[in-house]
């Protein structure tokens, strides 16, 4: 499993890398990896400010629906287009094509909340 160290990571299996006043957000390679073949990512936040911990849409796999949860506040500014004809890029590249949403950070502080790449692999050990 991969585990980029640019990267930080939330107890639900988010990720969030930040560039420069926007961040993008996606779920991890073990996300992917239990959901199995994604089929639809549905995100209807386009355009609004989410809190951190709150849904921002939901991905659906062949054998089950998820809450896709934000691991910062922020504005939504973007969702990628390209899942929506192609949503196997989360599983095919969930660190790169296969991000979900890109958004500008209401708190940066609520960045040092969350998990490194360590810490992340060291949870879902357990």
Do not use: C
Not at 28 to 51: H, K, M, N, P, R
Not at 101 to 119: C, F, Q, R, Y
């Amino acid at each position: 499993m991969n585990f980029p160290t640019d990267l930080k990571y939330t107890k639900d299996h988010e990720w969030i890398r930040v560039d420069g006043n926007v961040a993008y957000v996606g779920i991890t390679d073990y996300a992917q990896s239990e959901l199995g073949e994604i089929v639809f990512v549905d995100i209807t936040t386009e355009g609004e400010v989410v809190g951190k911990e709150e849904v921002f849409g939901t991905i659906e796999a062949v054998k089950t629906v998820s809450d896709l949860f934000m691991p910062v506040g922020g504005e939504v500014i973007e969702m990628n287009a390209e899942l929506e004809d192609k949503p196997e890029l989360v599983n095919e590249d969930v660190y790169g094509n296969g991000w979900l949403i890109k958004i500008t950070i209401s708190d940066p502080s609520e960045l040092d909340e969350l998990m490194s790449a360590a810490e992340y692999e060291q949870m879902i050990a357990k």
